[in-house]
Every structure is written in C-alpha cells, then in structure tokens.
C-alpha cells in the first residue's frame, strides 16, 4: 500500500542531448510530469509510492507504466485510455542549465482523467496525497484532483501541493490563480517558488507572503524554494531559511520536484509530520536541499534523482 500518492500530469521529456558523430543532434527522452517525478524521487529513497494518471493507448504510455514499475511505483491507478495520445513535451535547454518547455498536448491523455474513475482503494494507507496545477487547469482532471483531495482527507492523509506555475502554457491563465486558491484550504504543505509566492500573494516579502498564506488558508508549513539559495519556510508563526548547496549543474529539470520528495520521504519517517517543529523541519529542508542540488548535477528529471547515500554524502561535505 502506497505511502505517498500523486496524481496529474505524467508525459516524456524530450531533451537535447549533444551531437552524434556525424554532428547531428541527438535527442534523450525521459518520463516527467511534476507528480510523477516527486514520487520518483521518494520511492529511489525507499518510500512506498502510488501514481493516479492517465495516458494513452500507445508506445508512450506503455513506456511511461514500465518506468513508473521499474522504480517500484505502484501503476494500480495509472489508466490507460483509447481517448486520446499520452502527453510529449520538448525540453529547451540554455546554456546555463535553465529550461523552458513546448507541448504535444491536444488534450494529453493526462488531463482526461475523471473524477467517477477514481477509487477509494487507491489511498488505503496513504500518509501524503501530491498534487499540482497542470490537473487543475482544465475538466476533467480538475474535478479529478479535487476528488482526490477528498479521498486522501477521508484517510487522513495529509495534503502536499506544488503549484508548478507555467502560466504561457495554459489555456486560460487569468483562471489558474483561482484554481489555486480553491484548493489551499485542504493543503498541509505548500511548496512554492519565489515568483508562485507573488503570483498567488500579490507580495514579494517571503515573510509576509508566506503569513498571509498562513493565515488567509490556515496552511501550517510552506516551503519557498529559491534555486541555488535555499530555501525559507515557515511552520505556523515560525520562519526559517537554510542555505543550498553548491554542485555542478548540468540540468535543473526536476529540482523542486526533488525538493518535495525528500521532503515527504523525510515527513514519513515522523509519526505525526502535522504537528512538526521548526527545528525538525530546518533538518529536514536542508535534507531537501541536497537532494534538490544533486538532482541538478545530472540530466533529466526521473533519471537525476539522488539516493539517501548521496543525500548523506552531500550534506557531510
Ligand atoms: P523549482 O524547480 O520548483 O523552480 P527550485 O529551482 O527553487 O525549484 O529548486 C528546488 C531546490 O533545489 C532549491 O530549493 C535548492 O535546494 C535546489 N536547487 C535548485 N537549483 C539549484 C542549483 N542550481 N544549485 C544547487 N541547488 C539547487
């Protein structure tokens, strides 16, 4: 039984990937979507993942089951539909290992899956439901995701959320903001990047952003990655920050989603992560940070993230 669960987006990352001999350009491809990468994340740490999602009846998505088994994610939840084609995206890589996307999405499998296909099985035991937005921008996957949310609560699962904001790509952007907000009320941990912070807050002040979250939502622990910086959180009244760590960044692809990962996989090993102190969850981001780093270091989401060993080693040296 699956530990943490997510649902949403789940696709092939087309990526370039240096010259063939005859100076040709070569392509990797690999899975990615935001949810399916944090479960990867935490299952190459040993959780015990589930994924809910679906994609297309064709060589992709039968790729993308394989993958999510290979890493010992439970695909009891993945369906697969004749409705439409599993969702590709092409990777734009600049030179200093920033990225950019552009979809083959017309719907993608992905976003059809509805709210009557859901079963309450799928979140037994679940501690932790995942989310975030690409499910949310348009029906059916949006009724989905809420529905979702509830069968999680109805376990007592606590809810994680990152919004994964990449507005040029949405159909109706101006509505994102208040798909968002629908569901901060159910969220335990909010995980967002300092421009999410903004864009949800309308405030560029970490501390008082991440308060109005606080109070305006009631939500208790709210992650603010900053990239190579670190990240600042806050746990209730109390606000932290703890410096990242410096690796050799190829690829930042997946780094937020290595971040919430390690997160979850680190809240697993407490027995009630809802009540968490400040100074546990200081340890805790730093845990993040490392994983968020070394996730950096290599190309690629699913393939990039780190073991518990090279966690260990990083934040020793
Ligand atoms: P997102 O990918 O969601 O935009 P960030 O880029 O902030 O999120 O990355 C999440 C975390 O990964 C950061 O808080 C940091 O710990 C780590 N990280 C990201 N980029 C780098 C980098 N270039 N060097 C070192 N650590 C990084």
New binding site residues.
């Given amino acids: 039984m699956s530990e943490v669960v997510a649902l949403g987006e789940l696709l092939i990352d087309f990526t370039p990937a240096g010259k063939s001999e005859k100076g040709n350009q070569l392509f990797e491809t690999n899975p990615g979507g935001a949810p399916a990468n944090v479960l990867a994340a935490v299952a190459r740490l040993g959780g015990k993942t589930g994924f809910i999602g679906k994609v297309g009846a064709d060589q992709f998505g039968h790729f993308l089951q394989e993958v999510l088994q290979g890493l010992g994610i439970d695909t009891s939840g993945l369906l697969v539909t004749n409705e439409a084609q599993t969702t590709l995206a092409f990777v734009h890589l600049t030179a200093d ?1 920033d990225r950019s996307f552009s979809f083959y999405r017309d719907p993608g499998a992905d976003v059809l899956l509805c709210a009557d296909e859901l079963r309450a099985e799928w979140f037994g035991h679940t501690r932790f439901f995942h989310f975030s937005s690409n499910s949310l921008t348009a029906e059916p996957a949006r009724s989905a995701t809420h529905k979702a949310i509830q069968l999680a609560k109805a376990q007592k699962a606590l809810i994680s959320f ?1 919004p ?1 904001i990449r507005l040029p790509l949405w159909k109706e952007p101006h509505r994102i903001k208040e798909q968002i907000e629908a569901c901060l009320p159910h969220v335990d941990f909010l ?1 967002v ?1 300092r421009e999410e912070l903004e864009f949800v807050t309308g405030c560029s002040d970490l501390s008082e952003g991440t308060l109005w979250l606080h109070d305006k939502f009631g939500i208790r622990v709210i992650f603010v ?4 910086e ?2 600042y959180f806050r746990v209730g009244e109390q606000t932290g920050m703890q410096a ?4 050799k ?1 190829v690829d ?1 692809t ?6 919430c990962g390690a997160v979850l996989y680190r809240l697993l090993q407490i027995s009630d992560p809802a009540a968490c102190e400040v100074e546990q969850l200081a340890e805790i981001v730093d845990f ?2 490392a994983a ?2 070394l ?2 270091a290599k190309m690629g989401a699913i393939p990039a993230m780190p073991t518990f060993a090279q966690i260990e080693q990083l934040r020793k040296t």
């Fill in positions: 290992g990152d994964n995980k990047s990655t900053l990239g190579v670190g990240c990242g760590y410096t690796v960044t930042t997946g780094a937020g989603d290595a971040f993040a940070n968020g780093a996730s950096t």
